[in-house]
């Protein structure tokens, strides 16, 4: 017992982030106040590991830079500078908090998501709530598909995390200015195509007092939100008598819940790795794992679309067997996005590994690669004047190949994990506005309509 506590004490010590103490006398101004916050931003990656020497001597010439301007930086471009070296180790575990960053920018009236189909909007004061659904042809005269790429150096990870995260600050236009991407920082015109099918072009100027930010994963849309009710806003949204007809959008108010399909399968819908406190993970994996034990099914499909992720370990066993869940000719579709993050990544590969050949991954492409750095616990580095906080990555994964250097691996990994090699998308279906509003969803209708001609013993 001693020795299992004292192992205990030294995987929490060796993963919580050494964060450094902010000593600093109180500011005379702007300048000093900045100053300060990039000095103790230079020590990020005391906590931080998962800087390789070429990306912290990066990460230093870009704070000598801030340094240089730092009284003259408008407050959007110091934002936006310090997110880019907190991006310089390109892992999307690591950085400037996002939510803590957009709530210092502007904010137009209206909100926008990401769908397979384009950039649309999907939330809108009420005077502008005949703009909801539109997709964005143009934003100041350029593509958005051309925009988000160049947001690069202020996010780490990978494309498909750049590209649904980008979804907010075409909301802050402040921040795409700071980003030298537009030419003005509190209006955008916008050619839009409309629900209609036809295309005009909307004028819109930022809100004098900026809405709070939320960060609803798409499924949770159809709702109002506290920072909205608190803005004095009468902010609109989608129809959720019909976005909540799909499968990606059922039960918005559950992070947890499963069904019978067609054909003979079992949806499972895991919106975390956690659960919440009705419904804890491991109990309710346990209670449907065990109704399949007991009379598997043609075909399951794990749902982890807008999984933001959580405790993995808390689902590993399970889903490492998860084969045995379907009958010998069956099939596990694991279905994710680019909202599909950290835990909820993890746990698709332990899928595709407990699957083996009946695994089909469907969807998008998830929120991280085979390679990245997690851990730290959440915790985060804030700076002492500006209170931007950056949150700090303590333990490395490899998917690919397996993760055995315990020098820099999460240790877990090495005793448990696996590797599932180069993964591919079996069956791109990605979730297209076009159905959405109509109330279909576009992953498990493909998933239906394969196993509807497959042949199986029913």
């Known amino acids: 017992m001693v020795l299992a506590g004292i192992g205990f004490g030294v995987f929490i010590w060796r993963f919580t982030p050494d964060i450094p103490e902010a000593s600093y006398s109180k500011p005379t101004d702007i300048s000093e106040s900045r100053r300060q916050d990039l000095d103790y931003l230079r020590r990020f990656p005391e906590a931080d590991l998962s800087f390789s020497p070429a990306q912290l001597k990066e990460f230093n010439l870009l704070i000598d830079g801030l340094e240089a301007k730092a009284d003259t930086l408008s407050e959007a471009e110091f934002i936006m500078g310090v997110s880019a070296a907190g991006a310089v180790s390109e892992n999307g575990h690591s950085g400037v908090s996002i939510s803590g960053t957009m709530n210092r920018l502007?904010?137009?009236?209206?909100?926008?998501?990401?769908?397979?189909?384009?950039?649309?909007?999907?939330?809108?004061?009420?005077?502008?709530?005949?703009?909801?659904?539109?997709?964005?042809?143009?934003?100041?005269?350029?593509?958005?598909?051309?925009?988000?790429?160049?947001?690069?150096?202020?996010?780490?990870?990978?494309?498909?995390?750049?590209?649904q995260n980008s979804a907010l600050f075409f909301a802050a236009p402040a921040s795409l200015h700071a980003a030298g991407l537009i030419d003005q920082p509190d209006a955008v015109s916008m050619e839009l195509v409309g629900l209609d099918g036809e295309t005009f072009t909307q004028l819109l100027e930022v809100e004098k007092e900026a809405t709070r930010f939320t960060f609803p994963a798409r499924y949770a849309l159809a709702k109002t939100y506290k920072s909205e009710t608190d803005s004095g806003h009468d902010w609109r949204f989608l129809d959720p008598?019909?976005?909540?007809?799909?499968?990606?959008?059922?039960?918005?108010?559950?992070?947890?819940?499963?069904?019978?399909?067609?054909?003979?399968?079992?949806?499972?819908?895991?919106?975390?790795?956690?659960?919440d406190d009705l419904t804890p993970l491991p109990d309710w994996l346990d209670e449907q794992a065990q109704i399949l034990r007991n009379d598997p099914v043609n075909y399951l499909v794990l749902d982890l679309r807008a999984n933001?992720?959580?405790?993995?370990?808390?689902?590993?066993?399970?889903?490492?067997?998860?084969?045995?869940?379907?009958?010998?000719?069956?099939r596990v579709y694991i279905l994710a996005d680019g909202d599909t993050f950290s835990a909820g990544i993890v746990t698709a590969y332990f899928a595709m590994h407990g699957a083996g050949d009946r695994a089909v991954f469907i969807g998008e492409e998830m929120g991280d690669g085979l390679q990245f750095w997690a851990e730290g616990g959440g915790t985060a580095m804030t700076l002492p004047n500006s209170g931007i906080r950056l949150f700090a990555s303590t333990g490395y994964h490899d998917w690919e190949n397996g993760c055995n250097d315990w020098s820099r691996c999460f240790w877990i990994n090495s005793l448990f994990g696996v590797a599932v090699g180069s993964v591919e998308i079996d069956m791109p279906a990605p979730l297209l506005f076009s159905d959405y509003a109509r109330g279909i969803d576009s992953g498990v209708q493909a998933i239906l309509a394969a196993e509807a001609t497959r042949p199986i013993a029913r």
């Open 106 to 163: 502007n904010s137009l009236p209206v909100r926008f998501v990401w769908f397979g189909d384009g950039l649309h909007i999907v939330r809108a004061h009420a005077e502008y709530a005949d703009l909801i659904g539109a997709r964005v042809v143009t934003y100041e005269g350029q593509r958005p598909e051309a925009i988000f790429p160049k947001m690069d150096r202020y996010f780490g990870g990978n494309e498909a995390f750049l590209r």
């Open 241 to 275: 008598g019909i976005i909540e007809s799909t499968w990606f959008a059922r039960h918005p108010d559950k992070v947890l819940w499963s069904d019978n399909l067609e054909h003979g399968g079992m949806y499972w819908r895991m919106r975390n790795v956690i659960g």
């Open 308 to 330: 933001e992720g959580g405790d993995y370990t808390s689902v590993m066993s399970i889903v490492r067997e998860i084969g045995d869940l379907v009958k010998p000719d069956g």
